[in-house]
T-cell receptor, first 116, second 116 residues
Framework: AQKITQTQPGMFVQEKEAVTLDCTYDTSDPSYGLFWYKQPSSGEMIFLIYQGSYDQQNATEGRYSLNFQKARKSANLVISASQLGDSAMYFCAMTSNSGGYQKVTFGTGTKLQVIP | NAGVTQTPKFQVLKTGQSMTLQCAQDMNHEYMSWYRQDPGMGLRLIHY???????DQGEVPNGYNVSRSTTEDFPLRLLSAAPSQTSVYFC???????????????FGSGTRLTVV
């Protein structure tokens, strides 16, 4: 079975500062994928970034980077230079070979608020 | 615009009524899924499909049926609505990556369902 844990229900960050959102995962499968999604107050789900378990480098997409520590089973999202528009819920998610790649398991989310 | 289209956006049902939530995608994605989102619980998988004619149960399938007669459409049927099915429902689609996993789901805008 695969499981995602997000231990930070809410976080605050000052505008223009960097912030790290924590995510740990649990799977016995050597092949898996990790995702982060953003959900603004408008409700839509926006795909941000993907990390494969065999990827040699940490994934980056613009101001988003994924700090992948395989031995610790963590996949933290780092947002650099926070903007007011980054205020949203953020969900960590995963798929795995044994869990079924077509099935995505989500964490409970972290609500990020960016302070001017 | 290409993407995942969900209808309706809002719906109020009486206990015991049935209805179908519609979902269509025009990206020729193989994978499609239905999730429900409840406060503090993240997104939970209801049913999913890996292609036309193939569906399977997710984490919380009771009270819901699906079918996938075409690649584009993946409707979700509530058989006899109950107050416990009050939730926000998301349809999502994706394509498989080479070697497994997927490219990250594209989500519809959601359906906010209230059962009274």
């Amino acid at each position: 079975a695969q499981k995602i844990t997000q231990t930070q229900p809410g976080m605050f960050v000052q505008e223009k500062e960097a912030v790290t959102l924590d995510c740990t995962y649990d799977t016995s499968d050597p092949s898996y994928g990790l995702f982060w999604y953003k959900q603004p107050s408008s409700g839509e789900m926006i795909f941000l970034i993907y990390q494969g378990s065999y990827d040699q480098q940490n994934a980056t997409e613009g101001r988003y980077s994924l700090n992948f520590q395989k031995a610790r089973k963590s996949a933290n999202l780092v947002i650099s230079a926070s903007q007011l528009g980054d205020s949203a819920m953020y969900f960590c998610a995963m798929t795995s070979n044994s869990g079924g790649y077509q099935k995505v398991t989500f964490g409970t989310g972290t609500k990020l608020q960016v302070i001017p | 615009n290409a993407g995942v289209t969900q209808t309706p956006k809002f719906q109020v049902l009486k206990t015991g009524q049935s209805m179908t939530l519609q979902c269509a995608q025009d990206m020729n994605h193989e994978y499609m899924s239905w999730y429900r989102q409840d406060p503090g619980m993240g997104l939970r998988l209801i049913h999913y499909s890996v292609g036309a004619g193939i569906t399977d149960q997710g984490e919380v399938p009771n009270g819901y049926n699906v079918s996938r007669s075409t690649t584009e459409d993946f409707p979700l049927r509530l058989l006899s609505a109950a107050p416990s099915q009050t939730s926000v429902y998301f349809c999502a689609s994706s394509s498989p990556r080479r070697g497994g996993s997927n490219y990250g789901y594209t989500f519809g805008s959601g359906t906010r369902l209230t059962v009274v």
